[in-house]
């Protein structure tokens, strides 16, 4: 009787640490700024770049460029408008990040609702699935398999989000919690 009621609750127990719970606090941050690497991949190609991710409320800008700066994109704006300026200087302006990620690069990926997956928590306005280690949203499975302590928030390292045959692996080598958000780069 006693290994029964251990057992329940050992499960108990594992079901209040999943990423969902590991990760809740960060739905209240609003600026933040990592710097790492992202890679995509699916069954044709493979592409990587080094990332600079800075989110001010519902303003953004994303930049990423390949080995020694080539193919450099920088990615601007809000919930209302966004501006895609390529390396070359030539911009494009869409309603959305994924609009323009799609027209220009040929990318199907969901930034507006990334920006809260790389914190570890669901866009709040879409159903979720919990899984072992982290959940799915819109199609999108997403994983957490490595995390770090930064000023008593818990947040991903490493972010994986599966989508049909596409990967995109995010390494968020630094988080800056207090980026300076009154300053355009």
Same mark, same amino acid.
């Given at each position: 009787m006693l290994l029964i009621l251990l057992a329940g609750c050992s499960q108990l127990e594992q079901q209040a640490t999943t990423s969902i719970d590991i990760f809740s606090a960060n739905r209240h941050l609003e600026q933040w700024q990592i710097n790492g690497r992202v890679g995509i991949q699916n069954r044709d190609n493979a592409n990587s770049a080094y990332l600079?991710?800075? @989110?001010?409320?519902?303003? %953004?800008?994303?930049?990423? +460029?390949?080995? =020694?700066? /080539?193919?450099?994109? !920088?990615? *601007?704006?809000? +919930? !209302?408008?966004?501006? #895609?300026?390529?390396?070359?200087?030539?911009?494009? !302006?869409?309603?959305?990040?994924?609009? =323009?990620?799609?027209?220009? #690069?040929?990318?199907? #990926?969901? *930034?507006?609702?990334? @920006?809260?997956? *790389?914190?570890? *928590?669901?866009?709040?306005?879409s159903d979720l699935t919990l899984t072992e280690t982290g959940f799915? /949203?819109?199609?999108? @499975? =997403?994983? %957490?398999? /490595?995390?770090?302590?930064? +000023?008593?928030?818990? #947040?991903?390292? !490493?972010?994986?989000?599966r989508y049909y045959d596409l990967k995109v692996t995010l390494l968020s080598r630094q988080w800056n919690l207090q980026p300076n958000c009154g300053v355009t780069q």
């Open positions: 600079q991710w800075r @989110q001010c409320g519902d303003k %953004f800008d994303i930049r990423m +460029n390949g080995p =020694l700066g /080539q193919g450099a994109v !920088k990615l *601007v704006g809000d +919930n !209302k408008q966004t501006t #895609l300026i390529q390396s070359d200087g030539s911009e494009s !302006k869409a309603d959305s990040p994924e609009q =323009l990620m799609q027209q220009e #690069l040929g990318w199907q #990926l969901p *930034v507006s609702q990334m @920006q809260y997956w *790389v914190r570890g *928590v669901p866009e709040p306005n799915i /949203q819109n199609d999108w @499975q =997403l994983d %957490f398999p /490595q995390q770090a302590t930064i +000023n008593t928030f818990a #947040l991903p390292t !490493k972010t994986i989000a």
